[in-house]
């Protein structure tokens, strides 16, 4: 029985399915699970990504979904793991990134690991620590308004530092540029100097690369998507992994479609915007959800309305900055998000039963609420849609008709993304 090479665990599902893609575009191939498979269950595949809805979780459920992760993956045979959160590393003073990574690096009785969100084809870059989105740095990105994650520290060193027990460092761009042989001498003096956890500087995809293969012998990698760009060729280079030049393929799914946005992000409320200038959409007012309205009712049967003329519809909550805010001092920030998810998580699960067999959800919350509601227990991963978003579909039984998924991060996507999804699923 064959053995998984690289054992994954991802803190949100949109992040899953990014890195997922970057992993089947290295010819890996790769199966996503929504949340810790039963004991017992094993998958064939080269990478398994474990997706868990742990990013705005309290810092210690989020390392108990992550340790039972990462024991689940050991069981699989996995040599080497990989800890997956945002490009943007939305994250708290609390966590949830540094106390997993602590928890990772004790089970597995490491002492060093690397933290590199940089996801260069995104905008997402790091230099002398500091995080850009773009051209400009994080706290002026519009994370900064983040209504559970705001990022006001562009300096990564610092924002890790105030998570973690452990002593962080950081890989210099003067190192990563030179390449991997001087990326692990740095390594090796990081750890005589006591650094556990140390940030890297990454500008392109050359970096990343480097990286990668600097990282060959560390049992634990940790950061956005991009890094994994490098880890295929260190399978490959061992022996260990032939290229699967058919790792994206995928059956053709017929049936109606929807749209379903939660994000708040900049980039979500653009791909709104674009969408409603010629094509249906359905707003969910959190305030109308709170009064007890039958606002799920109305998105449903509007939906349905809009199917019998062969259109596609658009259901959201995506608001500017100024409009949540009102919201959340109304309700709470836990509420409204709440909220939200629920109603998007029933709305999908009843256009499902009305023979629905493609989604589009924008969102890491959103799609993690909208994939357990539909029951979906993994996903084989497809091509790319845009840099950071596959195309998915489910595994089931045979007798379970498979559903198409787009599962964007609300950061992700081209302003025409929403249609441009649609027409790869």
Same mark, same amino acid.
């Given at each position: ?13 949109? /992040?899953? *399915?990014?890195?997922a893609n970057m992993l089947v575009r290295g010819g890996m191939r790769t199966v996503q699970t929504i949340g810790v498979p039963a004991e ?7 990478? @398994? $990504? ?38 943007? &590393?939305? %994250? *708290? ?6 106390? #997993?990574?602590?928890? !990772? ?6 002492? &060093?690991? @690397? ?36 990022? *006001?520290?562009?300096?990564? #060193? ?9 002593? $962080? ?6 190192? #990563? ?5 001087? @990326? ?16 890297? =500087?990454?500008?392109?995809?050359? =970096? ?18 991009? @890094? ?6 260190? &399978?490959?280079?061992?022996? +260990? +992994?032939?290229?699967? /030049? ?49 606002? $799920? ?21 995506? %608001? ?10 109304? !309700? ?35 799609? /993690?609420? #909208? ?14 849609? =845009? ?10 039984? %045979? ?7 787009? +599962? ?18």
């Amino acid at each position: 029985m064959a053995h998984a090479l690289l054992g994954c665990i991802a803190d949100d599902f949109t /992040g899953a *399915t990014d890195l997922a893609n970057m992993l089947v575009r290295g010819g890996m191939r790769t199966v996503q699970t929504i949340g810790v498979p039963a004991e017992g269950t094993h998958i064939e595949a080269d990478a @398994i $990504v474990v997706a868990l809805k742990s990013r705005t979780a309290p810092p210690a459920e989020a390392v108990r979904q992550s340790l039972e992760a990462l024991a689940w993956l050991r069981s699989q045979g996995c040599g080497q793991f990989y800890f997956k959160y945002c490009s943007t &590393f939305d %994250s *708290t003073d609390k966590g949830n990134i540094g106390p #997993v990574a602590d928890a !990772l690096l004790d089970a597995l009785e490491e002492n &060093f690991t @690397i933290a590199c969100p940089a996801f260069p084809e995104n905008g997402r870059t790091i230099y002398r620590g500091n995080l850009f989105v773009g051209d400009v740095l994080l706290s002026e990105s519009g994370m900064e308004n983040h209504p559970l994650t705001p990022m *006001t520290d562009p300096n990564l #060193v610092r924002v890790l530092q105030r998570q973690t027990r452990s002593k $962080v460092g950081l890989i210099h761009y003067n190192t #990563v540029a030179k390449g991997a042989d001087p @990326i692990r001498v740095r390594i090796d003096e990081l750890k005589e100097e006591g650094v556990r956890l140390a940030i890297a =500087d990454a500008v392109s995809d050359a =970096d990343l690369y480097a990286l990668g293969k600097a990282c060959r012998h560390l049992r634990l990698v940790t950061g956005g998507s991009g @890094i994994a760009l490098g880890l295929p060729q260190n &399978f490959h280079s061992a022996d +260990l +992994l032939v290229y699967s /030049g058919d790792a994206a393929d995928l059956p053709k799914i017929d049936g109606k479609a929807v749209v379903l946005a939660g994000s708040a992000s900049r980039a979500t409320n653009a791909q709104v915007t674009e969408w409603r200038l010629s094509r249906p959409s359905f707003r969910l007012d959190p305030l109308a959800l709170a009064r007890g309205e039958a606002i $799920v009712d109305s998105a449903v049967e509007f939906a349905e309305s809009h199917f019998k003329g062969g259109e596609t519809v658009l259901i959201y909550a995506t %608001s500017p900055p100024e409009e949540i805010r009102v919201v959340q001092k109304e !309700l709470g920030v836990t509420k409204a998000g709440q909220l939200v998810e629920h109603a998007l998580a029933s709305i999908a699960r009843r256009l499902r039963d009305a023979g629905v067999r493609k989604f589009v959800v924008a969102g890491g919350e959103t799609s /993690g609420a #909208v994939v357990q509601a539909l029951d979906v227990q993994s996903l084989r991963i497809g091509p790319q849609i =845009d840099p950071g978003v596959p195309a998915t579909q489910s595994i089931g039984a %045979s007798d379970e008709a498979p559903i198409a998924l787009a +599962l964007k991060s609300g950061n992700f996507g081209t302003t025409d993304f929403f249609a441009k999804a649609l027409r790869v699923l």
